[in-house]
């Protein structure tokens, strides 16, 4: 599985902004958008898996996760955008099957293919 996002850049806070992940490959589960600020770990922000959803609480009500399976796109469209959401993004995909997505949809460590990001900054 290979992925590559784009659609990243700067915006102002209380902008939106959307982001794309072109995904190739023969088999996945389940498809992630994951950000990694500076000096902080990697988090799950929102999942999607068959038409099953998954948002982090921070997230919850002005991200949405969206995939075209014709044009194999996963997109991630954010609105009211701030500066807290300012990181590098990743899109990620799961091989394996879901043991529970609701619980686990949002874990890094159980993704197997990840995009390179795309830098994501929002100023104040």
């Known amino acids: 599985v290979q992925l590559v996002e784009s659609g990243g850049g700067s915006v102002q806070a209380g902008g939106p902004l959307t982001l794309s992940c072109a995904v190739s490959g023969y088999y996945y589960s389940g498809l992630g958008w994951f950000r990694q600020a500076p000096g902080k770990e990697r988090e799950g922000v929102a999942a999607?898996?068959?038409?099953?959803?998954s948002y982090a609480d921070s997230v919850q009500g002005r991200f949405t996760i969206s995939q075209d399976n014709a044009k194999n796109t996963l997109y991630l469209q954010m609105n009211s955008l701030k500066p807290e959401d300012t990181a590098m993004y990743y899109c990620?995909?799961?091989?394996?099957?879901?043991?529970?997505?609701?619980?686990?949809?949002?874990?890094?460590?159980?993704?197997?293919?990840w995009g390179q990001g795309t830098q994501v900054t929002v100023s104040s």
């Open positions: 990620a995909a799961r091989r394996d099957s879901w043991f529970n997505f609701r619980a686990n949809g949002l874990i890094p460590r159980l993704y197997s293919y």
């Open positions: 999607i898996s068959d038409s099953s959803t």
